[in-house]
């Protein structure tokens, strides 16, 4: 298979990243959220081998991830500092960044160009797919293999949510020469041992779908279209162009690296010495709500703000617990669980240690999205 890379395929500069996907993008792969969700509760579909439908937002959307970047670039920038000058300590200048697509890859460009701005360096970065209950793409990792050494490579991704794509990435590099110690931009479920914060905030990325993320999809494993020697699949949006700000997310954070370098460079030192290692606390609260709410699967519960904001662009929610602390930052999931006609239920601010759960109908059925 032959790497992609834009402008033929996503809107990414080729420099930023290297895409080890299959182009499908002339494949009818999207079906609505309710026979989505029918066919994956029911067992007639794993969730990777279709798409949904790609949401498009309103005027007054937009408005909201416009704000919400402004408002949290700087911090954006100060957790891309932090994250990747651990990556670089751990790894070293050499470092192979490989993100989970789609939603480390923006992190993974902003890991890339921090290490560039501070550093000089130019690292390279590919993005792979990830699957949960499937795996990571074998033919990636053989890819890679065979170009890096695999003890260089350092596996990104945007945030944590209860921790089941850090278990599944630690399962699939299991007797493998790659190292599994994940590295996120956020990680409340704090269970990954690398991030630049372990708070719940919001990363604006996580407010749109392809239009954010170089208008490539979210990654497809379908039998009938992937082969045994192809990568994992996804499409590139091309007829989103007018609708894209993958750019502006990328260029308004690194506008501010130059306002947090000091900072970075004061705090980044101290870190390795520190106590990270993952608690799985987040697991453990999400097993709780799953009681509470008579929830016998947990991967119908979506902690955080970039989980429950998927949950209502791309699933068949039922209901958001939203803390009473989170404030403006979940102005964008009360908008869209508005829209969607979803309950938002107040819970304590020691609840949980997410600033939102997203829950999808556990009994998915005709008439429960209702």
Not at 356 to 363: K, N, Q, T, V
């Amino acid at each position: 298979m032959r790497p992609l890379h834009g402008p033929d395929f996503g809107s990414y500069p080729a420099e930023d990243v290297t895409w080890l996907l299959k182009d499908l993008s002339d494949v009818r792969l999207e079906a609505p959220a309710e026979e989505r969700e029918a066919a994956v509760q029911t067992g007639r579909a794993h969730y990777a081998e279709s798409l949904p439908i790609e949401y498009q937002p309103g005027p007054e959307y937009r408005r909201l991830f416009e704000e919400a970047l402004e408002t949290s670039a700087e911090r954006l920038a100060y957790a891309t500092g932090l994250v990747t000058e651990q990556i670089l300590a751990e790894r070293g200048p050499d470092a192979v960044l490989v993100s989970l697509a789609r939603a480390g890859t923006p992190v993974g460009i902003l890991v890339r160009r921090w290490a560039r701005f501070a550093h000089g360096l130019d690292l390279p970065h590919y993005a792979v797919s990830i699957v949960r209950d499937r795996g990571i793409d074998t033919v990636a990792l053989r890819y890679l293999a065979g170009r890096h050494d695999p003890s260089a490579v350092m596996f990104v991704d945007g945030w944590t949510g209860k921790g089941a794509i850090t278990r599944e990435l630690t399962a699939a590099l299991a007797g493998t020469a790659f190292r599994d110690d994940l590295a996120v931009l956020a990680d409340p479920g704090r269970c990954a041992p690398l991030y630049g914060t372990r708070d719940d905030f919001l990363i604006p990325s996580a407010c749109l779908n392809s239009t954010v993320s170089g208008l490539v999809s979210r990654t497809v494993l379908n039998d009938r279209l992937i082969g045994p020697d192809d990568f994992h699949g996804a499409k590139f949006y091309a007829d989103l162009a007018a609708d894209d700000v993958s750019a502006l997310f990328l260029d308004t954070v690194c506008a501010r690296f130059a306002d947090v370098a000091e900072r970075v460079a004061k705090d980044a030192p101290g870190l390795p010495a520190s106590d990270r290692a993952p608690d799985w606390s987040g697991w453990e609260a999400v097993r709780d709500v799953a009681g509470e709410h008579g929830i016998d699967d947990l991967n119908l519960i979506k902690p955080g703000i970039g989980e429950t904001t998927r949950v209502l662009l791309r699933r068949v929610p039922w209901k958001v617990l939203a803390r009473t602390d989170a404030g403006p930052e979940l102005r964008h999931i009360r908008h869209l669980a508005e829209e969607r006609g979803v309950p938002v239920v107040d819970v304590e601010p020691d609840r949980f240690p997410y600033a939102c759960m997203g829950l999808i109908h556990p009994r998915f059925g005709k008439g429960a999205a209702q």
